[in-house]
């Protein structure tokens, strides 16, 4: 299969993801400032995960770069990787509709999140391996150690959420900032 039929049907689905996002948002009951500042954990949850979604996007083409076509093995794990991302919207809503101060869809949250961090780093070591260039493969072994301590991070929110679930949050939401801060320190995307 070509690469540009990959790219197209993982944008796809990532397109839909975050449009369930902000289909999930929802609107204020009343029309004041009060009703909407009582909504902030879900509008917070909605921005924590669009930030989250989209550098796995900027991520995702960053990988395909080095690809010039995609193997069933390629294929199957990007699969993999757009279901784990696909979890993300239902995640979000159960989260900020707690707004944060539930363990369980904390740590909900944190394991989807975690779970995506895992098959990125499958992605990334199965398409290294598919260019069969040296370079390529030792790039993404070294992505695939960070996304790893991305991923730790998301357990230690896990943890963390059974005993104060806003202390996961903080976690959470330092992950892009990391990732982003990271990436711009490399000279972006």
Do not use: C
Request: proline letters at 4%.
């Amino acid at each position: 299969m070509t690469k540009t039929r990959l790219e197209a049907f993982s944008d796809g689905v990532i397109a839909i993801i975050l449009t369930i996002m902000v289909l999930e948002l929802k609107v204020p009951k009343e029309p004041t400032v009060a009703a909407l500042a009582h909504l902030w954990p879900v509008y917070f949850a909605y921005t924590l995960s669009f930030a989250n979604v989209f550098l796995m996007w900027l991520s995702h083409h960053e990988i395909l770069e080095s690809v010039h076509s995609a193997s069933y093995t390629v294929l199957f794990v990007n699969g993999i990787l757009l279901f784990s991302m696909s979890l993300v919207p239902f995640a979000t809503a159960f989260a900020g509709e707690s707004h944060w101060t539930e363990p369980v869809p904390v740590a909900l949250y944190g394991l989807v999140m975690f779970s995506a961090s895992v098959a990125f780093v499958g992605f990334r070591l199965v398409t290294g391996r598919h260019s069969r260039d040296a370079a390529v493969l030792s790039l993404q072994r070294r992505e695939a150690r960070i996304t790893l301590l991305v991923g730790a991070t998301f357990l230690i929110g896990v943890a963390a959420s059974q005993y104060e679930p806003r202390v996961a949050l903080f976690l959470y939401a330092a992950v892009p900032v990391a990732r982003l801060a990271y990436r711009m320190s490399r000279g972006g995307w």
